[in-house]
């Protein structure tokens, strides 16, 4: 499976970006889907996943009612609305693929990582 990120940028604080991610490949329309981020001199982490039909969604604490993940039913299209952003969210956004149907936060779960996207948000 080969994952695409796209859309990724420069924004001010409180503006929006969003970022999508494409599977190509293996098939990958069975698999949760999601989103991790880092920033520099900081660990990988979890951001927010969907299950395989885009029904159940999870998120950070930290970007919960700000971020949304979605997906169309059994597509492998992911995509990641940022509003409200704050500069604190400023790192390089990797999409990836869940070894099962529904999201994990654990890195380990993932089986497939798309190369990142860089965002940037300024004070």
């Known amino acids: 499976v080969q994952l695409q990120a796209s859309g990724g940028g420069l924004v001010q604080a409180g503006g929006s970006l969003s970022l999508s991610c494409a599977a190509s490949?293996?098939?990958?329309?069975?698999?949760?889907m999601g989103w991790f981020r880092q920033a520099p001199g900081k660990e990988r982490e979890f951001v927010a996943g969907?299950?395989?039909?885009?029904?159940?969604?999870m998120y950070a604490d930290s970007v919960q009612g700000r971020f949304t993940i979605s997906r169309d039913y059994g597509k492998t299209v992911v995509r990641l609305q940022m509003n409200s952003l704050k500069p604190e969210d400023t790192a390089v956004y990797y999409c990836?693929?869940?070894?099962?149907?529904?999201?994990?936060?654990?890195?380990?779960?993932?089986?497939?990582w798309g190369r990142g996207t860089q965002v940037t948000v300024s004070s």
């Open positions: 990836a693929v869940d070894r099962r149907a529904v999201p994990h936060q654990e890195a380990s779960q993932y089986v497939h």
């Open positions: 490949g293996r098939t990958a329309t069975n698999n949760a």
């Open positions: 969907v299950s395989w039909s885009g029904s159940r969604t």
